[in-house]
């Protein structure tokens, strides 16, 4: 069966104009997004919608020459979580100041009138808003004006999820191959680590405390199950202190647990939350972060009690990384990272600093800068 773009060649070639390039036309397609939905979608996609702006993280992977060429709205979550990567979009692409926003959909407060009037040719919606966007059905609402929309997850489980979001959003940006080759150079930097793990299988595994936005609220302490962050450290020759205690990706550690279980190393993550608590205690890492700031702040974290007294403190094992890892495809530059900090021998010739940085040569639109991890090791 002659697809319309297939049909147009065709009479392209009957009325002598074989040598003239035609614009590239859209051919339905069918997807099986993260939550099992087959979805068909025209593609290569030209107008699409973010249900969050920090999904700019895989777009910008897959049109990293021109990234925001087919955003027609995104949501405004990007400049106030990862402010320092916003502000280094809007310098070299300053039309992104007046691409149309839109509110969360857990908060309500996403515009479905404001998103059908820009007649994208998809929304890509995050695992995690499936239950608000279920209870406004929103997906019956787009699909009624004939927008599709699919889900991907970096964020949830991203060990499982990552490579066929990538794959998915691939195929809908016409860029398989791009799409593959990061999911390859994904895959071998983390085999650097877990290649090298496996040849020494009796190395003692330190007990880790991961702390999700250290110092975002005055509540102690989040934490990740077996999943995310919590996996990182697994991956990384590790032993995530939550792991028994959250059944699932998110959940919360108490202090006094915290006390009792003593971790050999703490890792707090954290990023500029000024947008969300103005002058929080939140160890502000980003993209060319104040280092200075940051350790000043990791610091304090560590006077709570929870802390204080932990093997980890008291070693000069404490680290923050950007919390940012947890929900990009970019986690095999912190299991690096997380690796050389728990095994700095074994790994002191990896270099994190240069996978990040072959990682935005490689991919990214932008030029690296340094500021995502810090430690209080002395002279770190």
Do not use: H
């Given at each position: 069966m002659l697809t319309r773009r297939h049909l147009l060649s065709a009479l392209a070639v009957t009325a002598g104009l074989a040598t003239t390039a035609l614009p590239a036309l859209a051919d339905k397609v069918t997807v099986t997004d993260i939550v099992g939905r087959?979805?068909?979608?025209?593609?290569?996609?030209?107008?699409?919608?973010?249900?969050?702006?920090?999904?700019?993280?895989?777009?910008?992977?897959?049109d990293r020459d021109e990234p925001f060429k087919r955003v027609v709205g995104w949501r405004d979550d990007l400049g106030k979580a990862d402010p320092?990567?916003?502000?280094?979009?809007?310098?070299?692409?300053?039309?992104?100041?007046?691409?149309?926003?839109?509110?969360?959909?857990?908060?309500g407060a996403f515009d479905v009138e404001q998103a059908i009037s820009l007649k994208p040719d998809v929304l890509f919606l995050n695992i995690?808003?499936?239950?608000?966007?279920?209870?406004?059905?929103?997906?019956?609402?787009?699909a009624s004006a004939g927008i599709p929309a699919v889900y991907v997850d970096f964020r949830e489980k991203p060990f499982e999820h990552t490579e066929p979001?990538?794959?998915?959003?691939?195929?809908?940006?016409?860029?398989?191959?791009?799409?593959?080759?990061?999911?390859t150079f994904?895959?071998?930097?983390?085999?650097?680590?877990?290649?090298?793990?496996?040849?020494?299988?009796?190395?003692?595994?330190?007990?880790?405390?991961?702390?999700?936005?250290?110092?975002?609220?005055?509540?102690?302490?989040?934490?990740?199950?077996?999943?995310?962050?919590?996996?990182?450290?697994?991956?990384?020759?590790?032993?995530?202190?939550?792991?028994?205690?959250?059944?699932?990706?998110?959940?919360?550690?108490?202090?006094?647990?915290?006390?009792?279980?003593?971790?050999?190393?703490?890792?707090?993550?954290?990023s500029n939350?000024?947008?969300?608590?103005?002058?929080?205690?939140?160890?502000?890492?980003?993209y060319g972060a104040d280092m200075t700031e940051a350790r000043r702040k990791l610091t304090n974290l560590m006077k709570r009690p929870a802390f204080t007294q932990t093997a980890a403190v008291k070693n000069g094992r404490v680290h923050g990384i950007w919390h940012q890892f947890y929900n990009s495809p970019y986690q095999f530059v912190a299991i690096q990272e997380i690796a050389k900090w728990l095994h700095p021998e074994l790994f002191k010739d990896v270099d994190p600093g240069a996978t990040i940085k072959l990682l935005h040569e490689r991919f990214l639109?932008?030029?690296?800068?340094?500021?995502?991890?810090?430690s209080l090791e002395a002279g770190k």
């Open positions: 087959k979805v068909e979608v025209d593609a290569p996609v030209k107008r699409i919608i973010l249900g969050e702006g920090r999904q700019m993280y895989f777009v910008g992977a897959l320092e990567t916003f502000r280094a979009y809007a310098k070299r692409y300053p039309e992104i100041a007046k691409l149309p926003t839109f509110g969360g959909m857990k908060e995690e808003a499936k239950i608000a966007s279920d209870e406004a059905r929103l997906v019956e609402k787009l979001s990538m794959r998915l959003i691939g195929k809908l940006f016409g860029k398989e191959q791009v799409a593959e080759d990061f999911i994904r895959a071998e930097q983390i085999k650097v680590v877990t290649d090298r793990l496996a040849k020494a299988p009796d190395l003692k595994r330190p007990l880790v405390m991961i702390e999700r936005a250290g110092g975002y609220s005055d509540d102690c302490c989040m934490s990740f199950g077996n999943e995310n962050f919590g996996k990182m450290v697994e991956f990384a020759g590790g032993r995530n202190l939550a792991a028994p205690l959250i059944p699932g990706t998110f959940g919360t550690v108490n202090a006094e647990q915290i006390v009792a279980s003593n971790p050999d190393v703490v890792i707090v993550t954290g939350w000024d947008g969300y608590v103005p002058g929080g205690n939140w160890v502000g890492l980003g639109p932008l030029p690296y800068e340094p500021g995502l991890w810090v």
